[in-house]
T-cell receptor, first 111, second 114 residues
Framework: ETGVTQSPTHLIKTRGQQVTLRCSSQ?????VSWYQQALGQGPQFIFQ???????GRGNFPPRFSGLQFPNYSSELNVNALELDDSALYLC??????????FGPGTRLTVL | DQQVKQNSPSLSVQEGRISILNCDYT??????FLWYKKYPAEGPTFLIS?????DKNEDGRFTVFLNKSAKHLSLHIVPSQPGDSAVYFC?????????????FGGGTRLMVKP
């Protein structure tokens, strides 16, 4: 059984650019959630996708958008990058209502 | 407004002793609570959870206690091992319009000394 995988591992972008992060969910899971973890803080919920539809959204601006594909993999897109977007981006997949299993994350640095 | 708080940023214990990590929450709609462990350069790993209908859940060396009236939960690790050294996050969820989003605390860094 394959766990949650994310790509790329690290990414450096400049302010104003756009970025796409990718996530493959754990086998058998149909829900994907994305979180942003700033240095020294806990993860913050960005949004969740269930069966290709957005199922909930945290307090993030519309320039954060996402997709879920029929195989339940997912993308997180961020437009007009700002310096404060520098963080670890975590993807989590789940099947049950509560337990979410996390990937290793993508470290995004915005210069 | 931080709905889940871990007031101790760090905790140091001796190998073999008990580690107690604490977490407080303010949102009475939370009905499920989880603990995650995180090593550097890895994603959080699910440890143990508890539903609001219970006050205790045990899994091996890990026990989570929930005190709903105090809006407080704790994770006990007995006996503590050096491999338990990591950052521990408390998280909570509630059935809401935002799916089953997890709200995390800021984390507690546990150091278990040999």
């Amino acid at each position: 059984e394959t766990g949650v995988t994310q790509s790329p591992t690290h990414l450096i972008k400049t302010r104003g650019q756009q970025v796409t992060l990718r996530c493959s969910s754990q086998s058998g899971h149909n829900t994907v959630s994305w979180y942003q973890q700033a240095l020294g803080q806990g993860p913050q919920f960005i949004f969740q996708y269930y069966r290709e539809e957005e199922n909930g959204r945290g307090n993030f601006p519309p320039r954060f958008s996402g997709l879920q594909f029929p195989n339940y993999s997912s993308e997180l897109n961020v437009n007009a990058l700002e310096l404060d977007d520098s963080a670890l981006y975590l993807c989590a997949s789940s099947f049950s209502l509560h337990e979410q299993f996390f990937g290793p994350g993508t470290r995004l640095t915005v210069l | 407004d931080q709905q889940v708080k871990q007031n101790s940023p760090s905790l140091s214990v001796q190998e073999g002793r008990i580690s107690i990590l604490n977490c407080d929450y303010t949102n009475s709609m939370f009905d499920y609570f989880l603990w995650y462990k995180k090593y550097p350069a890895e994603g959080p790993t699910f440890l143990i959870s508890i539903s609001s209908i219970k006050d205790k859940n045990e899994d091996g060396r890990f026990t989570v206690f929930l005190n709903k009236s105090a809006k407080h939960l704790s994770l006990h690790i007995v006996p503590s091992q050096p491999g338990d050294s990591a950052v521990y996050f408390c998280a909570a969820s509630a059935k809401s319009n935002a799916g089953n989003m997890l709200t995390f605390g800021g984390g507690t860094r546990l150091m278990v000394k040999p």
